[in-house]
């Protein structure tokens, strides 16, 4: 079956510093793809949609500038949380479709990100 | 924002008990879905229905979808402590793929 890769699986970084997350189709292409964010016990909020060569559509009260997404290829797309701080904090995971197969979107395994 | 509310929040059964769990929604909607997560992991699609749709089975599962109630059940029959996990609706306004979330239950099955 399709398989979303997301890595890491957990980071611990810095205040101040940056985090780069992948998130990958093996073994399709995705156009699209998602990114949510969920806090422990709670449901994933979406906070963006990723294009593949064109710019990210942000949901409302996600800040564009903190969270970076870049989706280069149709295989692949990053978030970068910038100037990480504490109450970045979260676990962050991504989704991407299937391309030619309207099938529901698969979903990555999460990146736990703590930032101290 | 959350489209989903679901209730009861959380849910403890014994194997062998079903399990019936709810979800409301609040704007007009193409497809409605189920997802599971297991604690600390990504989500795993269940089942979808469309909003023509009123019922559907996967195996163990039942959805049902009342779109003049804007409100959607899951049961899992014949539960086993491998169902164990969080239990999220989400609703989609199109076939395009954007969605939004419920609150989820969380399902405890003891043996």
């Known amino acids: 079956g399709a398989v979303v890769s997301q890595h890491p699986s957990r980071v611990i970084c810095k205040s101040g510093t940056s985090v780069k997350i992948e998130c990958r189709s093996l073994?399709?292409?995705?156009?699209?793809m998602f990114w949510y964010r969920q806090f422990p016990k709670q449901s994933l909020m979406l906070m963006a949609t990723?294009?593949?060569?064109?710019?990210?559509?942000?949901e409302q009260g996600v800040e564009k500038d903190k969270f970076l997404i870049n989706h280069a290829s149709l295989t692949l797309s990053t978030l970068t949380v910038t100037s990480a701080h504490p109450e970045d904090s979260s676990f962050y995971i991504c989704?991407?479709?299937?391309?030619?197969?309207?099938?529901?979107?698969?979903f990555g395994n999460g990146t736990r990100l703590t930032v101290t | 924002s959350q489209q989903g509310e679901e209730d009861p929040q959380a849910l403890s059964i014994q194997e062998g008990e079903n399990a019936t769990m709810n979800c409301s929604y609040k704007?007009?909607?193409?497809?409605l879905q189920w997802y599971r997560q297991n604690s600390g992991r990504g989500l795993v699609h269940l089942i979808l229905?469309?909003?023509?749709?009123r019922e559907k089975h996967s195996g163990r599962l039942r959805v049902t979808l009342d779109t003049s109630k804007k409100s959607s059940s899951l049961l899992i029959t014949a539960s086993r402590a491998a169902d164990t996990a969080s239990y999220f609706c989400?609703?989609?306004?199109?076939?395009?793929?954007?969605?939004?979330f419920g609150a989820g239950t969380q399902v405890v099955v003891t043996p």
């Open positions: 989704s991407a479709r299937d391309d030619k197969n309207n099938s529901p979107l698969h």
């Open positions: 073994d399709f292409q995705a156009t699209t």
């Open positions: 990723s294009n593949e060569g064109s710019k990210a559509t942000y």
């Open positions: 704007t007009s909607i193409n497809n």
């Open positions: 229905i469309r909003s023509n749709e």
């Open positions: 989400a609703t989609g306004a199109d076939s395009w793929g954007k969605l939004q």
